[in-house]
Structure formats: structure tokens, C-alpha cells
């Protein structure tokens, strides 16, 4: 063998040497797919706390003030018996009006030359949370002339809404079907739920014209202030989301003939969710007889958690143990929560995604882990918006139990705020864990290195308020607890 060929091959050796040292090193620090360091018990060891303390907390309406936005999915439908939850009733408020003032149905202003065919309020289906299979019954009123239904206006997910007078029309239908097509006039489409009201109502719209309620926006709410869509609380076992804003799919159809240069015509006109339109959705939850009341707001420690999205409850998670942890590097540190199996779980299904923040007292207010919760932010509405990062683990994975059964399983990275707290560069916390659509907390302009002044930021969780609910082991669970395991390096 040639000393040139030799030092080729040792050459070749060595760069692939350097090629999966190097691989090795990036799947090490590669935390966002759950690859450590070696643990070999001499530099890097591994240990899991398993003293966490956790506690059941129901929400109250002013300390949760959630708005339901024009742009949100909003929430309608009856859930009659969640085993683990109980019962959920959601209902909508909303406005739907010309798109444009001076009205008119085809250009007629004689309104003796209209006819009245039908009319039909329609709602965008977007998603169901719960049994498709089991009737639901909607019915529509009119709002009180007299109630204060306004855009400019603030209401909570808590607030009961307002006083309606005229019974308008009823549906009764399954779930599952909204996502079929639906052929009507000049109109073939899916994901509607279609509402028949009184054709009475339908004639006083044609009645008006530009002498009234026609002629303004503000002369049009003076006539007609909107509907209320409520969801009979006799049946039914599910909630579904629908879009108003910018949904083609929702607005009011009134069907008409009409007699113009002596001819007989049908139309179609539309009333729609506007820029000027009013919403609100208000949900109410019922815990009776449910676990979660008797294991809520007191002050032992409770096993099992349960945790249900907006309006709901949450868990508070203490570590104590981290206080007193000797200095050391901290290569992962994530608190580990899993989903306790109960057959219902098929139909109320697992948030998209859990929430995790921290208490400060220092502000008497909840803010983003310090250090861990980055996000994509942008500027909306007046409050910085993002994405949070997908490796801080709000999305979790899916596994199964020891006994088989599929279960969900979230795992927190929460290790540059564990090794802050090492440092004495953060104080220990609080946690929170919780379901929500949008997240708004506090978090310093340096988030990557916390400094700097607080400010508020809103971080997307999940699709939409009410959907998704878990029962979840806590700090006391025979074979499920909640913990917190930590990769660490001596000093």
C-alpha cells in the first residue's frame, strides 16, 4: 500500500469521524425532537421529581375576561352529559343587515310588487366538538328593540346576553349533517345550518323601504336590532363552531317575488355580517355532581386534574423542590403531564393544545414562562399577536397507557426558566396549566433573555374557545403523575 493511498484512507477515516461526532453533538442539543445528551451517570445524569403539588381551580367570570371576537369561530349547541364534565349550553347573538344604504330588493321600492317566498337564516359550519350523532334543536328570537346590542361594546364569554321578544323559527338536526351539501336556490353548498323563520318576519322585511329602515345603518338598527340563536338544553350532546366574519356561508336569505316591467320574477337577496354588524357568545358550563366541583378551590392537594377550554378551569402546579436544587448545568427539564383514559375521551376529545404560564406575585399577575415561551410575533389590534414556538410542547403526542389504551401526553420544555431559577436569576413560580383559544399574558420586550419592560402579548392556542377538554394525572397519581424530569451536568 502506497503511503499516499494511506493517508487517503486516514483522511477519509477521520472526516467521517468528525462527520458523526458532529452529528451526534447536533441531535444532542436538537430539544425539539426530544434528543439528550448521553446519560452516563459520571457527567450527565438523569432524575424526575415527583413531589409536584397540583391543585383544581373552576374559573370565575372577573378573573377570566374572555371575549368572543367578531373574527372568532363562535360557539353554538348543547352538551347534555359529559361524564367527566357535565353540561355545556352555548348560544349567539349577532347582527345581520344590508351591505349598503339606500336598500332595495332588485331595485324595487313599490313593496306592493314583493311577495314574500321564504326566509332563511344560515350559519357557516366550521367544526363540532362532542356526539355528532344526537339531535340538536335551534331556536331563533328576535332581540329586544330595547336591549343595548351594540359593536362598540365589550361582553364576556360569562355574560347571559340580552332579552329577545319575537319566536322568528326552529331546527332540528344532526350534527354530522352539516357537512353535507345543500342545494337550494342559485345556491349549492356545504357546511350550512339552515334556520326557516316566519314568513311574517320575512314580509316586514320586504315592507320597509329607504323612508326607514332601509335608509341608514343607524335608522336599520332602530327597526331591527338582530337574532339571538339559542340551543335547547333538552337535548343534544354536542357544541359546533361557526363563522361570522368574512364567511360567505353566513347571512340572512330572503327568497321573493317580484313584478317589475309586467313581468314575474324570483329573487334572492342577502343580509350580512357587515363591519358595523354586533356579536356576542355567551356559554354557560353546568359542574354539578362532576369531580371537579368537589376537587376544586381547596386548599389540599387534589389527583386527578381536571381541565376544560374557555369558560372552564385550571390547574395550578407548584415544584417545590426546585428551590433548594444545587447549581448545575441543565441540559433538558421538562414537566411531564398525561392523559387519564375514560371511555368518553372518544367523543370530548383533547385540547390541540395545553397552556402553561406562571404566577408572578411581584405583579399579581400571570406571565409567559420566563426564558421558554418564544413566539412569532406580529402586530395586530393594537396588541403584539404570534404563534408560540411548537417545541415548548403545548401540542403534546400520542401514546398509550399500560394498559394499552390511547392517551395524549404533553411535555413542557421548560429548561432555560429551571436554569434561571439554579442561578437565582428568577424566582420559583407558580404554574399554570390551562385550555384557551388565545393567550394573553405578560412577557419582557427580551424574551429571549428576559430583560427589559413587561408588556401584554396574545399567542394563538387553539382554533377555538369551549372545544377540548382533559382529565390528566396530578402531583399524588398511583401510575400517572405529573412530574418534572431533569438532564442534567455536574459542576
Not at 450527565?44 to 369561530?73: G, P
Not at 323559527?169 to 345556491?187: C, E, H, I, M, Y
Not at 415544584?319 to 403531564?337: G, Q, T, Y
Request: charged residues 20%.
Amino acid at each position: 500500500m502506497t503511503i499516499r493511498l494511506t493517508r487517503f484512507i486516514l483522511f477519509g477515516l477521520s472526516l467521517l469521524f468528525i462527520v458523526s461526532s458532529c452529528k451526534r453533538i447536533n441531535e444532542a442539543t436538537d430539544l425539539g425532537d426530544d434528543l439528550l445528551p448521553g446519560i452516563d451517570g459520571v457527567h450527565t445524569f438523569d432524575t424526575t421529581f415527583t413531589s409536584l403539588q397540583t391543585f383544581n381551580h373552576i374559573f370565575e367570570a372577573d378573573k377570566d375576561s374572555v371575549a368572543v371576537f367578531r373574527s372568532d369561530d363562535h360557539i353554538l349547541g348543547n352538551i347534555s352529559g359529559d361524564p367527566l364534565f357535565g353540561k355545556t349550553n352555548a348560544k349567539i347573538f349577532l347582527e345581520l343587515k344590508p351591505s349598503t344604504y339606500p336598500w332595495s330588493f332588485s331595485g324595487v321600492y313599490n313593496k306592493d310588487n314583493l311577495k314574500i317566498d321564504s326566509v332563511v337564516l344560515v350559519l357557516g359550519w366550521k367544526a363540532t366538538y362532542g356526539d355528532t350523532t344526537a339531535p340538536q334543536r335551534v331556536n331563533d328570537w328576535e332581540i329586544d328593540h330595547n336591549s343595548d346590542f351594540r359593536i362598540d361594546s365589550f361582553y364576556t364569554i360569562y355574560d347571559p346576553g340580552f332579552s329577545h321578544t319575537t319566536f322568528l323559527g326552529t331546527k332540528t338536526f344532526n350534527p354530522a349533517n352539516l357537512r353535507d351539501s345543500v342545494k337550494v336556490f342559485q345556491d349549492t353548498t356545504a357546511g350550512q345550518l339552515r334556520i326557516r323563520l316566519d314568513n311574517s318576519f320575512g314580509r316586514r322585511l320586504l315592507d320597509y323601504d329607504t323612508t326607514n329602515a332601509y335608509r341608514s345603518d343607524s335608522a336599520f338598527r332602530t327597526y331591527f336590532k338582530g337574532f339571538e340563536i339559542e340551543a335547547d338544553q333538552s337535548m343534544g350532546n354536542a357544541v359546533m363552531a361557526f363563522g361570522l366574519d368574512n364567511n360567505p356561508n353566513t347571512n340572512l336569505a330572503i327568497y321573493y317575488k317580484y313584478t317589475k316591467g309586467g313581468q314575474e320574477d324570483t329573487a334572492v337577496s342577502y343580509f350580512h355580517f357587515t363591519n358595523s354588524s354586533a356579536s356576542h357568545n355567551y356559554v354557560k358550563r353546568d359542574f354539578t355532581g362532576k369531580e371537579l366541583v368537589t376537587n376544586s378551590n381547596s386548599p389540599g392537594e387534589d389527583d386527578p386534574i381536571y381541565i376544560i377550554n374557555t369558560p372552564g378551569s385550571y390547574a395550578t402546579v407548584k415544584i417545590p423542590a426546585l428551590k433548594d436544587l444545587s447549581n448545575r448545568i441543565i441540559n433538558r427539564a421538562e414537566l411531564i403531564v398525561e392523559q387519564l383514559y375514560d371511555p368518553s375521551n372518544d367523543k370530548f376529545t383533547y385540547p390541540d393544545a395545553l397552556m402553561l404560564d406562571a404566577y408572578d406575585s411581584s405583579l399579581d399577575d400571570y406571565k409567559f414562562v420566563p426564558f421558554d415561551l418564544l413566539s412569532d410575533t406580529q402586530q395586530g389590534f393594537g396588541l403584539p399577536n404570534g404563534i408560540p414556538n411548537p417545541s415548548f410542547g403545548l401540542y403534546g403526542k400520542n401514546t398509550v397507557d399500560v394498559a394499552g389504551n390511547p392517551i395524549r401526553v404533553w411535555k413542557f420544555n421548560i429548561t432555560p426558566y429551571v436554569q434561571n431559577i439554579i442561578t437565582k436569576q428568577e424566582p420559583l413560580h407558580d404554574l399554570r396549566l390551562y385550555i384557551t383559544k388565545d393567550a394573553v399574558g405578560r412577557m419582557r420586550e427580551g424574551m429571549v433573555s428576559n430583560t427589559g419592560g413587561y408588556r401584554y402579548i396574545n399567542i394563538l392556542v387553539n382554533p377555538q374557545y369551549v372545544f377540548g377538554r382533559v382529565k390528566v394525572g396530578g402531583g399524588n397519581h398511583p401510575t400517572q403523575k405529573m412530574r418534572l424530569r431533569l438532564v442534567y451536568t455536574k459542576i
